[in-house]
Every structure is written in C-alpha cells, then in structure tokens.
C-alpha cells in the first residue's frame, strides 16, 4: 500500500517557522517527486512547489519564493517543507502529494493544519 | 481569481448526469495536461483524472474527463449522494511556471 504519513497540527506566531513532514511508503520514494499543496479556510487548493525526490531539483510558487524550502531525506523517504515568516493568512492545511511526470497528484498525505496566531 | 474558471456550484439528482467545465488559456490547459481532484470536506483530495482523461486505478468509470481547444470538462454520470464534494481542476501554466487548480466547483446531489 502507498501512503503519505504528515506530521501532526502546529499552532504558531506570526514571524515563526514551521516544517511539515510527509514519510513516504510503499514505493521508490525517489521515482516520483512532491508538491505541497494548501487550503487556507474557505478556500481552494494553492500549489506551493514541487522538489524531484531523486536530485532534490525545487520548483517553488512564486508568491512563496524566499520564505519557503523543500528538502527531502532519501535514507527515511521523507520529505519536508519549511515556512518561514509566518503570516496569519498562512493558516491553512497543508498537503503533501505525490506527483507524476505530468503533474497529476495520485497519492496524498492526511493533511496537517498549521495555525498562526 | 484563479488562472482556471470553474462554475461555483453545480446540481443534480440522484441517477442523473452532472457536468463540470474548467477553462483557461493556450498557456494553460490548451498545451498541457488536465488533472481533476475530488475533495470531501476533513480528508484529502483524491485523483479522479489525469492526463486530461485518463483515470487512476480504483476510480469507476461513471467518472469521465475531456478536453478541447483550452476548456476541460468532467463528467459524473449515475450520480449518487457520496458524490456530494468540491471538485477541482488543475493544470501546469507555462507562462507562470506554476501550477495552477481552478477555484473548484461544489456539487450537490439533490
């Protein structure tokens, strides 16, 4: 079975950093990359990025250049997204998404709710 | 606004056939590939197309997904009440360098 396992809810200030992790199962974690993708409350779905999980190539939403980064650790098959500066319209849930060549996102993660205030 | 055009909202009754449309632009849908995602409120989305109409393993074919020119549509057919969700379209805007979901479309099954 393949899964995407996320870190639990962060409630955060505004000005702090918050890191989501997303454990990837079940597949050749560096066959395929990552997005993130958020729903901030009464909203729709907004790529943040993407990172190729073989050469950690990172492909980054412009609006987000500068405060976000996309790593991932190979030897855990875990990939991670940090948010610095944090706002409080990055209040959202955050998903971590498996994507194919063309960008579709066939495997997700659970969510996790990142509240800043 | 979003870059992809979806209608708000959409209805229709159990058994029928519901369609949902996403349009866009040359530098959007009209050069690469449509994706489609059905979101239930407290859980995560799930992949109903790719490829403009392609469908993952595991999705009925009572889902369906076209494209013409710089427009996509999805197509529900048999419709029934765990149908009920919000419906995204997405896409990857060359000129952007981003990919970009529709403002999504919430169908309710009467």
């Known amino acids: 079975q393949v899964h995407l396992v996320q870190s639990g809810a962060e409630v955060k200030k505004p000005g702090a950093s918050v890191k989501v992790s997303c454990k990837a199962s079940?597949?050749?974690?560096?066959?395929?990359?990552i997005s993130w993708v958020r729903q901030a409350p009464g909203q729709g779905l907004e790529w943040m990025g993407w990172i190729n999980a073989y050469n950690a190539n990172t492909n980054y939403a412009q609006n987000l250049q500068g405060r976000v980064t996309m790593t991932t650790d190979t030897s855990t098959s875990t990939a991670y997204m940090e948010l610095r500066s944090l706002r409080s319209d990055d209040t959202a849930v955050y998903y971590c998404a498996r994507a194919s060549g063309t960008f579709a996102f066939d495997i997700w993660g659970q969510g996790t709710m990142v509240t800043v205030s | 606004q979003s870059v992809l055009t979806q209608p708000p909202s959409v209805s229709a009754a159990p058994g029928q056939k519901v369609t949902i449309s996403c349009s866009g632009s040359s530098s959007n849908i009209g050069n690469n590939y449509v994706s489609w995602y059905q979101h239930l409120p407290g859980t995560a989305p799930k992949l109903l197309i790719y490829?403009?109409?392609k469908r993952p393993s595991g999705i009925p074919d009572r889902f369906s997904g076209s494209k013409s020119g710089t427009s996509a549509t999805l197509g529900i057919t048999g419709l029934q009440t765990g149908d009920e969700a919000d419906y995204y379209c997405?896409?990857?805007?060359?000129?952007?360098?981003?990919?970009?979901f529709g403002g999504g479309t919430k169908l309710t099954v009467l």
């Open positions: 997405g896409t990857w805007d060359s000129s952007l360098s981003l990919l970009v």
């Open positions: 079940g597949y050749t974690f560096t066959s395929y990359g």
């Open positions: 490829e403009d109409n």
